[in-house]
């Protein structure tokens, strides 16, 4: 069982240039979220998905977009990154709210730089 | 914004002393948890207490709640040098399926 794993762990842009973040879980969970992780302020929360081809904003969506096309994929996408994109992204995932347990998993994180 | 506050920022005690760690938050709650995290690595779940419990023990840890101030304390008892770590609060808010972080607090515990 791999929890939560997310590609690449690291990764250098240049301003301008498109990535797309990968998150896949094998943990058949329902919700799945995307944070951003910078000095100082915790973990903010970009987009969050309640279920396969469902995405919403969180607190800081702006400059990515995401998808889950697939209940177990959540990807994040930087379509023009700008240095103030440089961070450390999480993934995380959790069940749905039918069951009691509410704990997210989370991945290792990929940190990325914008130069 | 709606992220949480943790206080104090920073925290450096002896081993075997005991750390106690605030968080604040915002809004009403469907349950609060915190969270570990050792440096360069993803966040590890240690407990979550809902919002209808005021205390909440698993092993060395103690959380309490408290709705009506919108805080929740976390004690670590006997604390060890592996206890060095971030530990962050995170709050699921009523009618909404987003966990919302705090800011951290940086627990250093000296052997």
């Known amino acids: 069982n791999a929890g939560v794993t997310q590609t690449p762990k690291f990764r250098v842009l240049k301003t301008g240039q498109s990535m797309t973040l990968l998150c896949a879980q094998d943990?058949?969970?329902?919700?799945m979220y995307w944070y951003r992780q910078d000095p100082g302020m915790g973990l903010r929360l970009i987009h969050y998905?309640?279920?396969?081809?469902?995405?919403a904003k969180g607190e800081v969506p702006d400059g990515y977009n995401v998808s889950r096309l697939k209940k177990q994929n959540f990807l994040l996408g930087l379509e023009s990154a700008a240095p103030s994109q440089t961070s450390v992204y999480f993934c995380?995932?959790?069940?749905?709210?039918?069951?009691?347990?509410?704990?997210?998993?989370f991945g290792q994180g990929t940190r990325l730089t914008v130069v | 914004s709606q992220q949480g506050e943790e206080d104090p920022q920073a925290l450096s005690i002896q081993e075997g002393e005991n750390a106690t760690m605030n968080c604040s938050y915002k809004?009403?709650?469907?349950?609060l948890q915190w969270y570990r995290q050792n440096s360069g690595r993803g966040l590890v779940h240690l407990i979550l207490?809902?919002?209808?419990?005021r205390e909440k023990h698993s092993g060395r840890l103690r959380v309490t709640l408290d709705t009506s101030k919108k805080s929740s304390s976390l004690l670590i008892t006997a604390s060890r040098a592996a206890d060095t770590a971030s530990y962050f609060c995170?709050?699921?808010?009523?009618?909404?399926?987003?966990?919302?972080f705090g800011t951290g607090t940086r627990l250093k515990v000296l052997a």
């Open positions: 943990m058949n969970h329902e919700y």
């Open positions: 809004t009403s709650i469907n349950n």
């Open positions: 998905s309640v279920g396969e081809g469902t995405t």
């Open positions: 995170a709050t699921e808010g009523s009618g909404t399926y987003k966990y919302i």
């Open positions: 995380a995932s959790t069940t749905s709210r039918t069951r009691r347990a509410t704990e997210a998993f």
């Open positions: 207490i809902r919002s209808n419990e």
